[in-house]
């Protein structure tokens, strides 16, 4: 039977590609080939424009290894990932439930919906000088801010998800007679996950972002507070060390959640990688 | 439990639709009446609208009748286990392997994770999955994830076995090699099966019995009996005489029905038409 199988039904209907299939190898090499493209673009910006507005990317790498001597660039970054991290936890801790809870409970999440809307709209920056007068200018303050940044997506996505779930699977455990607990866990919430995973990426560079704005407009401190005390300055090699550390921590960050995503969504991505 | 409290009794159901804020709405089902009797295969055929998934959803308890009543082994149907669905559309869980599709049916009522392991191995094997068991649902091709989808249904030993057009999407080929595994499956686990489907060659070959509705509203038009030998998978159920009448005296019928329904795409497209209750309004 299970010889003859093989001969009738070949293993069909993978995920269909577009374009040839890319290899692991061939991607590191554009990367790298992009890299050393950028650098000479930006060298050749640097010399254009005079060292005073842009420095080159050597003068940068200098200044790198000046700031990671002192110790300045390790205590912001330190800082910073401190608040970034402790703000993005926190804003999944509550959205990912309470979006569940919105999607499990309809009436409840209809009746919320109009003022998350209205929320996710409005710029979050007003808040800030209200979150000063409550909170201070410390870890507190920076933390909240980072959190009312990342909430929305993740928990706009969560709600949608748990709302586009498969109404035919949803049928299908009712039939064999799962309870609407069940139904709950065991379809609706796996559904929901690339929503969420989804709103976690969107969530996770808002945070980075209000990181940085969080440290511009409270206490100057951390890789915020760097940007500020180099651009006023007009110290730009070292101005620059500290965006290239933001862009390298927005990367790392990134890429981290991408593998959460491959991990839980195997069957997805099988036979792919990151 | 004796055999009329196991079989399933249909006494004048009737089953209207309606929107939301609507008076009227489409009768899906009229006065229907039914008895398929222990260890039975019986299919329900006719034409679209006459009912027959409608009426599948209510012998599981999935949805209620506005009137009458159906008993399923002499109680009101409820969802559960001991009455497996089988669907057109497959419904694996896509982020589940095929194992763990194939033994959700026992996980929600409760059996522990290596007993249901074993269980869903051993349901695979008697489709012949055995080998896909760690495999995705989108790894598979249509017909082994049918089997899969009856192996679910399968693994908690219902008692009923209620399919929707279970084959319907599956390519011509693997439709017939799926018909003599249900017939195999179901020569060793006896049960009553009701399988709804537009084919009446399926019908024929593998039922003990033949329900055919017609359509606006739904209503049994004729129940036939089916006299071929089993095990049908053993000879060429199609070459026999019986096979031909039969099949040709189904056909003939749902043409006519189709030909005189009004909503039909197909209205007054038949050679010959005979008014059906319900056409006129």
Redesign the interface.
Same mark, same amino acid.
Request: charged residues 35%; aromatic residues 4%; proline residues 6%.
């Given at each position: 039977?299970?010889a003859q199988?093989d001969q009738?039904?070949?293993?069909?209907?993978?995920?269909p590609r577009i374009g040839p299939r890319l290899s692991q190898i061939n991607i590191n090499v554009w990367r790298v080939l992009v890299f050393f493209l950028l650098l000479g673009v930006w060298w050749l910006m640097a010399v254009v424009a005079g060292q005073n507005f842009l420095p080159t990317p050597w003068q940068t790498a200098q200044a790198a290894v000046a700031v990671v001597k002192d110790g300045s660039l390790l205590t912001a970054t330190r800082d910073s990932l401190l608040v970034f991290i402790a703000g993005f936890v926190l804003s999944a801790a509550f959205a990912i439930p309470f979006g569940l809870f919105m999607g499990g409970f309809r009436v409840f999440g209809a009746t919320i919906e109009a003022y998350v809307n209205a929320l996710s709209a409005m710029p979050r920056v007003a808040f800030i000088p209200v979150i000063i007068v409550f909170l201070g200018l410390g870890y507190e303050a920076k933390i909240f801010i980072v959190f009312i940044g990342a909430v929305m997506p993740i928990l706009i996505n969560t709600y949608a998800g748990v709302l586009n779930c498969d109404g035919?699977?949803v049928?299908?455990? =009712?039939?064999?007679?799962?309870?609407d607990m069940?139904i709950f866990r065991?379809?609706m919430l796996?559904?929901a996950?690339p929503y969420i995973t989804a709103g976690l990426r969107v969530g996770a560079s808002l945070a980075l972002i209000n990181t940085v704005v969080a440290e511009l407009y409270t206490a100057v401190k951390g890789l915020g507070g760097l940007l500020s005390i180099y651009g006023n300055s007009f110290r730009m090699a070292q101005y620059f060390v500290v965006v290239c550390v933001l862009a390298i921590i927005g990367v790392a960050v990134m890429q981290t959640l991408k593998l959460l995503e491959h991990r839980m969504?195997?069957?997805?991505y =099988?036979g792919e990688r990151t | 439990m004796n055999d009329a409290a196991a079989g399933i009794v249909v006494r004048n159901v009737s089953k209207t639709f309606r929107r939301a804020k609507e008076t009227t709405g489409v009768q899906a089902l009229h006065a229907v009446s039914l008895d398929i009797k222990p260890n039975t295969f019986v299919s329900l055929v006719g034409p679209s609208g006459c009912g027959k998934t409608t009426l599948l959803r209510m012998l599981n308890g999935l949805i209620h009748p506005d009137e009458g009543e159906i008993l399923v082994g002499g109680v009101p149907p409820v969802p559960g286990p001991h009455m497996g669905f089988v669907f057109q559309s497959f419904r694996l869980m896509p982020w589940r392997t095929i194992r763990d599709n194939v033994s959700f049916t026992v996980e929600l009522s409760g059996m522990d994770a290596k007993e249901r392991a074993d269980r869903a191995d051993k349901y695979l094997d008697m489709v012949g999955l055995r080998r896909f068991a760690d495999a995705f649902p989108n790894e598979l091709s249509g017909g082994m994830k049918q089997r899969a989808a009856l192996a679910r249904a399968l693994i908690a030993e219902p008692r009923y076995l209620l399919m929707d057009e279970p084959f319907a999407s599956l390519d011509a080929q693997t439709r017939e090699f799926m018909q003599i595994e249900l017939m195999k499956i179901w020569q060793h686990h006896k049960s009553i099966v009701v399988f709804v489907t537009h084919s009446v060659d399926e019908a024929v070959v593998l039922s003990d019995q033949i329900v055919l509705l017609r359509p606006r509203p739904g209503e049994v038009a004729e129940v036939l009996d089916v006299d071929l030998p089993h095990p049908r998978w053993d000879y060429d159920v199609r070459e026999r005489h019986e096979f031909v009448t039969m099949r040709r005296h189904l056909w003939e019928r749902i043409k006519d029905m189709v030909a005189a329904d009004p909503q039909s795409e197909f209205y007054m497209r038949g050679a010959k038409t005979e008014p059906i209750r319900g056409a006129e309004e």
């Open positions: 039977m299970a199988e009738i039904h070949p293993i069909v209907q993978r995920r035919e699977l049928e299908m455990a =009712r039939s064999a007679g799962g309870t069940q065991k379809i796996p559904g996950l969504d195997r069957w997805r =099988r | -």
